[in-house]
């Protein structure tokens, strides 16, 4: 019986998002924009490294950039 209610996959609460539209439109238009200077591209780690030297968050990881991009279709790869 416990164990059936370990291996029942109930529905899970939704994440709460890591940035909100604000960020989101600002990391949008920062990985639009001409990378830094000396670099072809942005890349994900440079994009979190941005929103955070920008004070836009205290941390981000490059993969939730990377996740929130691919949710907008911008992910260039």
């Avoid at 238009?29 to 979190?48: D, I, K």
């Avoid at 836009?56 to 907008?72: A, N, P």
Wanted: hydrophobic letters at 35%.
């Amino acid at each position: 019986m416990f164990l059936d209610r370990l291996l029942k996959d109930e529905a899970h609460p939704p994440k709460p998002k890591k940035l909100d539209e604000k960020q989101e439109a600002f990391l949008i238009a920062t990985a639009c924009s001409n990378p830094p200077e000396g670099r072809v591209r942005w890349t994900m780690q440079l994009l979190a490294d941005h929103l955070v030297n920008v004070g836009m968050v205290d941390y981000i990881s490059d993969e939730t950039v990377r996740q929130t991009l691919k949710k907008t279709k911008l992910n260039r790869g």
